[in-house]
């Protein structure tokens, strides 16, 4: 087809989502354009068909379809100032170090610092990450997110060849993440598998903030728009009486907010999440609520315990694991959950 064209992500443009690409590249096209052109296929990402919102990282190739009757931007995106940052944030982002070589970096995000920036936020991993060059040009990329709320291991990539690689191993679910979760009541059975689907609704806000993920059966996925399949494995490791339990959770699709919108679903809230727990902490019929009382109820209770990947360069297998934010230390210090005594994989003796 004459007009088509293939753009390479620039390395001076950070990871974003293809919709706010397009838009710079082309600033006369309306979203609604955009989204119909992800949908028919017209617009594609290494071959790959995508939606608006699918996040796109510097050297990937994007086919743009005939679009005479449009400019193309061809000024140089002007850098924001930012100003440095400070030492105490410093200090911070690479003491979350858990590992470092000439090609990745892995962290232990702390909780309440997003992956990423928004209009109102200026304090995230992506700009921080400006203090863990060590001695490299550029800053590390950011291959994959975790919820701002949610803490453990976050990988970034230190060159662009690490970078590709790595998104690549994260979209083909070549890697193993296991997270901790102190969840409201006890899930009966022990060791199960959450197959609901998810399809967003929007907030309230301007901008669509306050999204919420809704669960639906999986037979109504394929004939319900947006809403995706998603599956996750949970393993209860310990409990207290019936009252709450530590559990271990496998997200073996990566929907957005797939693991405390399942196992809300499932009457077991992760301790701490107002948006999809509530407030109560009354077992009405099947259901708690995601408050305990006290200081405990305060943060979110889910850690991204652990991660395998193949590393991008070596071929070899690799686990980082991250040990808990202080909020959950202190509430397994609490409960005397003991984590010397918790298998690193509940799972692999079913697997």
């Known amino acids: 087809m004459s007009g088509v064209q293939t753009i390479t992500v620039s390395e001076d443009e950070p990871e974003q989502r293809l919709d706010r690409w397009f838009r710079r590249q082309f600033p006369d096209v309306g979203q609604g354009r955009i989204e119909k052109m992800c949908r ?24 743009v379809p005939p679009l005479q009757e449009y400019r193309r931007n061809t000024d140089v995106i002007p850098t924001q100032y930012s100003p440095p940052i400070s ?20 962290l232990n995000k702390p909780a309440g610092i997003p992956s990423q920036g928004g209009s109102k936020q200026t304090r995230h991993i992506d700009r921080l ?6 001695g490299f040009e550029d800053k590390p990329r950011l ?34 993440k296991i ?34 993920m809704l669960c639906l059966h999986p037979k109504d996925v394929d004939t319900t728009d947006g809403a995706k399949h998603a599956t996750t494995d949970y393993a209860v490791i310990s409990t207290l009486a019936k009252r709450t339990a530590w559990v ?48 405990i109820s305060r943060k979110l209770h889910l850690h991204a315990r652990s991660l395998t ?13 991250a040990p808990l934010p202080e909020h959950m230390a202190n509430t397994w210090s609490i409960f005397d959950w003991q984590i010397v005594d918790a298998p690193a994989d509940p799972f692999e003796e079913v697997l």
């Open 87 to 106: 030492d105490a944030d410093t200090k911070l982002i690479q003491g979350a170090v858990l590992y470092r070589d000439d090609h990745l970096i892995a």
């Open 143 to 176: 291959v994959h997110r975790l919820d701002k709320d949610t803490s453990g291991v976050l990988l970034l990539a230190r060159t662009r060849a690490s970078a590709s690689a790595l998104t690549k191993t994260f979209r083909d679910r070549d890697t193993r």
């Open 179 to 212: 997270y901790w979760a102190a969840v409201a009541g006890s899930p009966n059975p022990p060791m199960g598998t959450i197959r609901y689907g998810l399809v967003k609704a929007l907030g309230h806000g301007k901008g669509g903030e306050g999204e919420k």
């Open 248 to 295: 271990a959770l496998v997200p073996i699709t990566g929907r957005t907010h797939q693991l405390r919108a399942h196992m809300a679903e499932i009457g077991h809230p992760i301790v701490g999440d107002g948006k999809y727990g509530g407030s109560g902490q009354e077992n009405h019929g099947d259901g708690w609520g995601a408050q305990l009382g006290g200081e």
């Open 129 to 134: 990450s400006e203090a863990l060059r060590f």
């Open 309 to 321: 990947i193949t590393h991008p360069v070596t071929g070899g297998r690799m686990t980082f694991t």
């Open 40 to 63: 028919k296929g017209e617009i594609r990402v290494d071959g790959g068909r995508v939606k608006a919102a699918t996040r796109i990282v510097p050297g990937q190739s994007v086919r």
